[in-house]
Nanobody, 124 residues
């Protein structure tokens, strides 16, 4: 079973940057596609970004494209999310997730394993 732990969240001003990290217990990390999702109070969990097993393929939600970058280091078993030009609407608990699926990477129902989440708060 894959265990995921997010870190790097915090409070930042509008226009600021944060880097989220998702560390794993290393159980065949490279055999999983990975994703970032977020959930604001009173809203459904929404897709942010996903990356293929080798890291050569990425997809982003329109709301973050051009501002966020997802990446992974398969030698260290770590997933990253670089977040730039942050906006108050980015405020949410951010989760990393792992899946054996090859498609549907923008759907939370495609993912088998989830971390506990890290809070990102952007002040205006």
């Amino acid at each position: 079973q894959v265990q995921l732990v997010e870190s790097g969240g915090g409070l930042v001003q509008t226009g600021g940057s944060l880097i989220l990290a998702c560390t794993t217990n290393g159980r065949n990390f490279r055999t999983y596609a990975m994703g970032w999702f977020r959930q604001a109070p009173g809203k459904e969990r929404e897709f942010v970004a996903a990356i293929t097993r080798t890291g050569t393929g990425t997809i982003y939600a329109p709301s973050v494209k051009g501002r966020f970058t997802i990446s992974r280091d398969n030698t260290k078993n770590i997933l990253y999310l670089q977040m730039n030009s942050l906006k108050p609407e980015d405020t949410a608990v951010h989760y990393c997730a792992a899946t054996k699926a090859y498609d549907g990477l923008n759907s939370p129902t495609s993912y088998e394993y989830w971390g506990q989440g890290t809070q990102v708060t952007v002040s205006s």
